[in-house]
């Protein structure tokens, strides 16, 4: 038995050795990653980067319409509403955009994304939305 043990041990050394004198492999040539990303910085989190997200846009606010029907904007607030997004209706007209249309709050802004928009505007065929000065605006209700 410890004649097998030794012939086992010296035939791993003979393996060790011969695998020892094969040629290196050769070390692949790996071009930086920062020469493919151009300008771009490495990705960050937002934690990491020391500074908060954008506050909330105080002074603009955005509206939802260019409708031509006070029956249609009805439509589109209760679909609004089916989706969790609140809204205020603006009575009158806006500077420089005809037809009715909704102010979406602050706290809503964040559900209407763009997939959202293009299903709604899918259904409501002069559907538009702009970001305004809150200034001046004037909601019902």
């Known amino acids: 038995?410890?004649?097998l043990f030794l012939l086992l041990v010296v035939l791993n050394?003979?393996?060790?050795?011969w695998r020892q004198?094969?040629?290196p492999?050769?070390?692949k040539d790996v071009t930086p990653l920062s020469l493919y990303k151009g300008g771009q910085q490495e990705i960050r989190l937002?934690?990491?980067?020391?500074?908060s997200l954008p506050a909330v846009r105080r002074d603009e606010c955005l509206v939802l319409g260019g409708l031509s029907s006070n029956d249609r904007i009805q439509q589109l607030r209760q679909r609004l509403v089916?989706?969790?997004i609140s809204s205020q209706t603006i009575p009158?007209?806006?500077p420089g955009a005809e037809g009715r249309w909704l102010k979406i709050d602050p706290q809503s802004e964040r559900l209407l994304d763009q997939s959202v928009l293009q299903?709604?505007?899918k259904d409501f065929k002069d559907l538009k939305h702009k970001i305004i000065l809150c200034e001046g605006v004037a909601t019902a209700e």
């Open 119 to 121: 299903s709604l505007s």
């Open 13 to 17: 050394i003979c393996y060790f050795a």
């Open 1 to 3: 038995m410890r004649w």
């Open 25 to 27: 492999l050769k070390i």
């Open 92 to 94: 009158g007209q806006l």
């Open 82 to 84: 089916s989706l969790d």
């Open 46 to 51: 937002v934690r990491e980067t020391g500074t």
């Open 21 to 23: 004198q094969e040629a």
